[in-house]
């Protein structure tokens, strides 16, 4: 399994960025995706998470009203649009999946993203 993550980059305050990630591979279901974020000497946060079954949505208190996750099911494509960005948002983020492969359904394994760096300054 792959995980294919795009976005991520410089940004002035108040703007935007938008992150996309979609796994591949041999994938019986996909069971939760999300972001998380880390900056040197913290541990990784959740930011954002979706259930692809009904959609439930749960973000970091942080992010509310800034930040929308969102999936295309057809494709098994996950968003992470920013807005409103604020230099305390700069951080390296991770796209995170939770799925079942095959090989062995009813068992989830998780996987993540190579990163993408999103700096916001002026």
């Known amino acids: 399994v792959q995980l294919e993550e795009s976005g991520g980059g410089l940004v002035r305050p108040g703007g935007s960025l938008r992150l996309s990630c979609a796994p591949s591979g041999n994938i019986f279901s996909i069971n939760r995706m999300g972001w998380y974020r880390q900056v040197p000497g913290k541990q990784r946060e959740l930011v954002a998470r979706?259930?692809?079954?009904?959609?439930?949505?749960t973000y970091a208190d942080s992010v509310k009203g800034r930040f929308t996750i969102s999936r295309e099911k057809s494709t098994n494509m996950v968003y992470l649009q920013m807005d409103s960005l604020k230099p305390q948002d700069t951080a390296v983020y991770y796209c995170?999946?939770?799925?079942?492969?095959?090989?062995?359904?009813?068992?989830?394994?998780?996987?993540w993203g190579q990163g993408a760096q999103v700096t916001v300054s002026s």
């Open positions: 995170h999946v939770g799925l079942e492969l095959w090989e062995r359904p009813g068992e989830e394994v998780e996987y």
């Open positions: 979706i259930i692809m079954t009904g959609g439930l949505t």
